[in-house]
């Protein structure tokens, strides 16, 4: 069965530090998400992504995250300069339509990033 | 803004009994999901509902949506261990999706 790869399972890094993190969404799927959860928290959305643009960002999405669909296949979130308050598991979800089937989105298992 | 709240948000049963938990919120969704997360894993979806007073199916797993699109709840019948988990149901109503805080079951065996 198709699923969402995310790499790499778990970053840690130093606060100040840029980190990328990479996912595989679901081949035939069109819209591409990043969600990411703060450890005992919500899963929270931060962005929305169809065709080579973002549909829908969240208030925490500011200008320190960035996304990027470099090729036919990785969708990658970028955070510039890391803060202690980044620090969560971040998830990459994808879906196949906006309509119908959008609110159908299937997550990747996730990649834990500590800043330390 | 849209919350999600889920409870109880904790449920301790013995095996063989039946649940169930609910989901509700002021606001409309177009659609509502069920998800299961295990511990440092991504949710996996269990069921989407769309159209309101909705019932769908999953073995022991009911699911239904409110005439209004306003709440959901899952109804578990015969809970067996391997139910135990965090239950989370988000809501849609463009694409992103509004979790709410979920539902921890435990089921003793």
């Known amino acids: 069965e198709p699923e969402v790869t995310q790499t790499p399972s778990h970053q840690v890094t130093q606060m100040g530090q840029e980190v990328i993190l990479r996912c595989v969404p679901i081949s035939n799927h069109l819209y591409f998400y990043w969600y990411r959860q703060i450890l005992g928290q919500k899963v929270e959305f931060l962005v929305s992504f169809y065709n080579n643009e973002i549909s829908e960002k969240s208030e925490i999405f500011d200008d320190q995250f960035s996304v990027e669909r470099p090729d036919g296949s990785n969708f990658t979130l970028k955070i510039r300069s890391t803060k202690l308050e980044d620090s969560a598991m971040y998830f990459c979800a994808s879906s196949e339509l906006v309509t119908g089937k959008a609110y159908e989105q299937y997550f990747g298992p996730g990649t834990r990033l500590t800043v330390t | ?109």
């Open chain 2, 1 to 109: 803004t849209q919350l999600l709240e889920q409870s109880p948000q904790f449920l301790s049963i013995q095996e063989g009994e039946n649940l169930t938990v609910y989901c509700n919120s002021s606001s409309v969704f177009s659609s509502l999901q069920w998800y299961r997360q295990e511990p440092g894993e991504g949710p996996v979806l269990l069921v989407t509902v769309v159209t309101g007073g909705e019932v769908k199916k999953l073995k022991r797993l009911t699911f239904q949506f409110g005439d209004a699109r306003k709440d959901s709840s899952l109804h578990i019948t015969a809970a067996q261990p391997g139910d135990t988990g965090l239950y989370l149901c988000a809501g849609a109503r463009n694409t992103p999706l509004v979790f709410g805080k979920g539902t921890r079951l435990s089921v003793i065996a």
